[in-house]
């Protein structure tokens, strides 16, 4: 009787992966309600809240899919600034999992560098940080595209199903949605390769279309879901209009490149680099998985993935796409290319060896460059020329170290001694970027995705009149209250007293014992209220900064902007 040979469950890629989504996860658990909602998120916050308790809901491009998810945990954990964010933490976690469908396409170390790469990412972080439907789409997107690739190797038919599923969830998850879509109609228009035969397509389309309902509509629970999908095509055609400008399409464009260095200098060498001699490469195995467009050379991945970062790239910045997940469609194929990249580092590393002497000139180079970066740190704080004089000093004996190394020990040692200085430099800022961005006081640091925030105050009105509404009715939500105007912000906050009301102008007596007004608002109330104003919103300019304190914030993301505020002021009745 021969045995069967044994199956591994369990490899040690598997394990990594699972480790890569649990640091992922952790990251994007770690305190998301500690910032408070802005008013883009508050608006689908209390959208999401007002389904949840069995309201109507408000029409526009809000996510359906965002509503459903927000609905299930609010009726597990309750309705608050974690939970609103927890569906999009949920999603970025699960990103670095997806990746894995992604293998037979740019091979086993590419997508378990993509994977590595999301998870730490300061925009991905941000992004599933935040509320947008944008984090869902690229998840989904990611799937879809392992599902197609799955299906051109072994064209087994549940693979494309699952590609058409997630097409249609994610018609009811993002304005990104098309973006994506332009994408892929761009490619198969330029490769011109039937993708599917007429019977698959009607297939497809059916179950694409069955999932589009069920996502939007909640499993059929809420039918305003289908308008709010189709709102998300005006949404994301909204530049087509003129309405964004040039701040929007520059702000987009600043913060790929102040916040993802370490992706765009793996790009760089995933395009530049030439693939190592014996190397197992970084890409498609031939024989195993076909490419993009149908081919195995490896080079055909990264050229694909190019033209895809740059077109997207220039779509979202032609549309003026905001928000934190704006840049999501051109971030992905960025992450792929620098996976590519990282990959191609390590099996140059492995098959040339990385030398002692080579790892002492790298560290003598990061010695200087640490030494320039403290020098300009501190003429950022205080103004001595001698400083940046220092640093000047000190960029150019690194210049001039890299040189020698060039001219005595040869290209291929100073090749590797540059990447490997940079590497970690770009390394180690990112986690910096990563950790200030995501977890910093956005009060006293500024930063470039999030240059209208939600001020603390609002939190000390909410606890004033939960304490006033205590004392006199002893319940800390029994307070009459009205809320003046239409903050979306104000309303998430307010939405647990019970005898809130809402009015969009002062233009009659009002009898609740608190008030909340938009600062500068006529108050024809006939009472003796006495008032206390606070800051709502916060916006800040990077225009605005210049020299130095363009530097320092460069350096610590604190800088002495001119900031607009928003106020509300809270009156009461004695």
Known sequence: MSRQPRVKVITLEHLLYGAIALAALCIRLGGPGNRPLNPDEATWAIAAWRFSQGMETPSGAISPVYLALSWLLFALFGSGDFTARLPGALAGGMLPLAFFLLRPLLGRKTALAAALLTAFSPLWVFASRSINGDIFVALLMVVALGAATTYVRQKDPGWLYLGAITLGVGLASGPS?????????????????????????????????????????????????????????????????????????????????????????????????????????????????????????????????????????????????????????????????????????????????????????????????????????????????????????????????????????????????????????CTLWTIRLCWGLNFGPLPYEKHLPVTEFTSPEVQDLVSSLERLSSYRTGDPYALSVTLVGNSPTLRWYLRRFENLEIEGELSRRIDSTAVITPMGSSFPLGEDYRGRDFTVTVRWDLKALRGRELLRWLFYREAKSEVTEEKAVLWVKP
């Open 177 to 425: 949605i098309y973006t994506y879509l332009v994408m892929g109609g761009l490619y198969l228009a330029y490769t011109r390769r039937p993708f599917l035969g007429q019977g698959e397509l009607t297939k497809v389309m059916a179950a694409l279309i069955c999932a589009l309902l069920l996502a939007s509509t909640a499993f059929l629970l809420n039918p305003s879901g289908l308008g709010q999908a189709a709102d998300l095509l005006p949404e994301w055609a909204q530049g087509l209009a003129g309405k964004a400008g040039f701040a929007s399409r520059s702000h987009l464009l600043l913060s790929l490149l102040l916040y993802e260095p370490l992706m765009l200098l793996l790009a760089a060498a995933a395009v530049l680099l030439p693939k190592p001699r014996g190397g197992a490469g970084c890409s498609v195995q031939p024989k195993e998985a076909p490419s993009l467009a149908g081919r195995t050379e490896a080079n055909l991945v990264g050229r694909t993935l190019l033209l895809w970062f740059t077109a997207a790239l220039l779509i979202q910045l032609f549309l003026g796409a905001s928000g934190p997940g704006a840049i999501l469609p051109a971030l992905l194929p960025l992450t792929l290319l620098a996976a590519q990249g990282l990959a191609k580092l390590w099996d140059m590393w492995a098959s040339q060896g990385f030398r002692y002497v080579e790892a002492v000139e790298a560290g003598l180079a990061l010695a200087v460059l640490c030494y320039a970066y403290l020098t300009l740190a501190g003429y950022s704080l205080a103004d001595a020329k001698i400083l940046l004089g220092l640093a000047g000093i000190a960029l150019l004996v690194t210049t001039s170290l890299f040189i020698t190394i060039w001219l005595w020990r040869g290209g291929s040692e100073a090749i590797h001694v540059i990447l490997a200085t940079f590497l970690v430099i």
